[in-house]
């Protein structure tokens, strides 16, 4: 995908292309992908490429969620630090289908007072009539 370059580091994967038509964190080799990103404060970028997207019911989209926590499983104690909606134009609130391409999502993993969290998963969130989506997504350090 052309137009924004980030580094790619293969162990920072977070979804490896996988389609998606429900809602499901983010896997690779059909287990989910869940990061440990460490104690410290973490400035990072989540790139999305997407190749495959379906808009033809005028009512889909999926919301890219950027989620951390303490739980190395994600069993509580969960956040959604950031996050992106693509689909269709009347449900996104916009006036343009946002379908395939490349997307990045700039995350930082501090909810409060200093607080950070260790592990980093995505989170896909699928509404509409037939859903469906193909992305590949990673964490690019910054």
């Not at 920072?12 to 410290?40: E, K, S, W, Y």
């Not at 999305?48 to 190395?72: K, L, P, Y």
């Not at 509404?127 to 910054?142: I, K, S």
Request: proline share 1%.
């Amino acid at each position: 995908m052309a137009g924004i370059t980030k580094t790619y580091d293969h162990s920072l994967l977070l979804h490896d292309g996988a389609v998606i038509n429900a809602t499901v964190a983010g896997n690779v080799a059909t287990v989910a992908r869940i990061l440990d990103i460490g104690l410290g404060h973490v400035y990072g970028d989540i790139v999305v490429d997407i190749s495959a997207m379906d808009v033809d019911n005028n009512d889909e989209m999926i919301t890219i969620g950027v989620q951390i926590s303490d739980s190395a499983t994600f069993a509580s104690s969960f956040w959604e630090v950031a996050s992106l909606s693509i689909g269709d134009e009347a449900v996104i609130n916009g006036d343009v289908a946002m379908t395939t391409g490349r997307y990045v999502i700039p995350f930082n993993n501090m909810i409060s007072d200093g607080t950070t969290k260790r592990y980093l998963r995505l989170y896909f969130t699928e509404t509409g009539t037939t859903t469906t989506f193909d992305c590949v997504a990673y964490l690019a350090m910054r």
